[in-house]
C-alpha cells in the first residue's frame, strides 16, 4: 500500500474537528431536510409540483439526503455521502434558478461547502481505493 497518498491527504487534527462539526452539522440538516421529503410535507409537494417532475423525485431526492446524512457520520463512508450531496446541490441549484425562479445562494453554499468536506476527506477514497 503507497503510504504516501494516505499520509498526504489525511487533515490535520484541527482541520480533522472542524470537519467532524460540519459534517455532524450538515448530517443534521440533510436529515432533515430528507425526512420532511419523505413525509409529504405541503410545502415540499408545492416545491417538487412546481418542478414538474412529480413527486417521484421528492421521495428520491429525500431518500438521498437520509442515505447521505448517514453517510457523513460513518468515516468510510463520508467522501461518497459529500458527494452524492454535491450531486444533490446541483440539481437544487439547477431548479433554484432555471425553474423556480427564486434565490440559489443556500444551496451554493451548501455545495461548496461539501466539496470542502469531499477535499479534505479524498484521503479516505485514496485508502479504498489503492491496490493492496
Known amino acids: 500500500m503507497n503510504t504516501t497518498i494516505q499520509t498526504s491527504t489525511l487533515p490535520s487534527t484541527a482541520v480533522n474537528l472542524i470537519l467532524w462539526i460540519l459534517q455532524i452539522g450538515f448530517a443534521l440538516v440533510f436529515l432533515m431536510a430528507g425526512i420532511v421529503k419523505l413525509v409529504n410535507e405541503p410545502m415540499m409537494v408545492e416545491v417538487f409540483a412546481k418542478v414538474g417532475f412529480g413527486q417521484w423525485l421528492r421521495y428520491v431526492v429525500g431518500i438521498i439526503e ?8 460513518i468515516p468510510k463512508l463520508v467522501p461518497f455521502g459529500a458527494l452524492l450531496l454535491i450531486c444533490t446541490m446541483v440539481g437544487t441549484i439547477i431548479a433554484h434558478l432555471a425553474i423556480l425562479g427564486v434565490s440559489a445562494s443556500l444551496p451554493i453554499i451548501l455545495l461548496l461547502l461539501n466539496v470542502v468536506i469531499l477535499w479534505w476527506r479524498r484521503g479516505k477514497l485514496a485508502v479504498l481505493f489503492s491496490r493492496k
Open 66 to 73: 437520509v442515505g447521505a446524512a448517514l453517510m457523513l457520520l
